[in-house]
């Protein structure tokens, strides 16, 4: 397989898994009692997202990186 098509998909994979992270949990409704809710149940739902989010950015960057690279005459 050509560097140039590792790349898009890598791209395509990487963008997709990006939106997946992005949108990952937003519509998630905190049953907390009267008092308040618990400061660390944020920080495990916005570190799945972020984490998830993140991971998408790279594989996106890599594919971006490979497709120039393909392009580049040596």
Same mark, same amino acid.
């Given at each position: ?11 395509? %994979?990487?963008?997709? !898994?990006?939106?997946? +992270?992005y949108f990952y ?10 008092? =308040? ?10 570190? %799945?997202?972020?984490? !998830?989010?993140?991971? +998408?950015i790279s594989i ?10 393909? =392009?580049?005459?040596?």
């Amino acid at each position: 397989m050509e560097k140039r098509t590792v790349g898009v998909v890598l791209l395509i %994979i990487g963008i997709l !898994i990006a939106v997946f +992270g992005y949108f990952y949990g937003t519509n998630v409704s905190y049953n907390c009692p009267s008092n =308040g809710c618990d400061p660390h149940m944020f920080d495990e739902i916005n570190f %799945i997202r972020y984490t !998830i989010f993140a991971i +998408g950015i790279s594989i996106s960057v890599i594919g971006i990186v490979l497709v120039v690279r393909s =392009g580049v005459s040596t």
